[in-house]
């Protein structure tokens, strides 16, 4: 069965200290991976897509890389407002199935001042 | 640009009761979605559009229906509310399902 886990489920970091997100996906035929971040109370905002093993995207303090199984959502120097539970998802259509995405859990993220 | 809208914010509705979700969208988008998230799962897929006029099932769409007569708009109708269909609902839009998906705020629905 196709599935998208991340890890971990939470994380609490000090300002400034640079980690890794975590996530990985047993699919048979990625049609792209994107990540979220969700903030309490409100919808997904988007951050970044990634379509292909070796694929690079940054933005601010935040990069994306994606392998053939896996991708993580690097966090530079990270301040407080960058506290949120991030979320990655994939796209799995196959040409039979529902065209949509399948998310992870999330990872809840919390950078503490 | 608004973006993608939803309405209520907030619904309590009794057990049997049935009700529309609102969502619309101005950015001219084809694709269409409706998700629930529930704590501790993912979001998970109820139905999509990929067009005006065209509707298909998503992962959970038991006890859901939804019909696409305008660009803009995507309803998600609850026809005999149950407990279990207690969650958050999130409506989103993009350009196509290979693209990134655009969030609404999300419609928090209690089912007594």
């Known amino acids: 069965e196709d599935q998208v886990t991340q890890s971990p489920e939470a994380l609490r970091l000090q300002e400034g200290e640079s980690s890794s997100l975590n996530c990985s996906y047993t699919?048979?035929?990625?049609?792209?991976l994107f990540w979220y971040r969700q903030d309490p109370g409100k919808g997904p905002e988007f951050l970044f897509t990634l379509y292909s093993a070796g694929e690079e995207k940054e933005k601010e303090r935040l990069k994306a890389t994606l392998t053939k199984k896996e991708s993580f959502l690097h966090i530079t120097a990270p301040k407080p407002e960058d506290s949120a539970t991030y979320l990655c998802?994939?796209?799995?259509?196959?040409?039979?199935?529902?065209?949509?995405?399948?998310f992870g859990k999330g990872t809840h993220l919390i950078i503490q001042p | 640009n608004a973006g993608v809208t939803q309405t209520p914010k907030f619904q309590v509705l009794k057990t049997g009761q049935s009700m529309t979700l609102q969502c619309a969208q101005d950015?001219?988008?084809?694709?269409m979605s409706w998700y629930r998230q529930d704590p501790g799962m993912g979001l998970r897929l109820i139905h999509y559009s990929v067009g005006a006029g065209i509707t298909d099932q998503g992962e959970v769409p038991n006890g859901y229906n939804v019909s696409r007569s305008t660009t803009e708009d995507f309803p998600l109708r609850l026809l005999s509310a149950a407990p279990s269909q207690t969650s958050v609902y999130f409506c989103?839009?993009?350009?196509?399902?290979?693209?990134?998906?655009?969030f609404g705020p999300g419609t928090r629905l209690t089912v007594t």
């Open positions: 699919v048979s035929g990625l049609r792209g």
């Open positions: 950015m001219n988008h084809e694709y």
């Open positions: 998802a994939v796209r799995l259509y196959s040409g039979g199935g529902a065209d949509g995405l399948t």
């Open positions: 989103a839009s993009s350009h196509g399902s290979i693209y990134e998906q655009y």
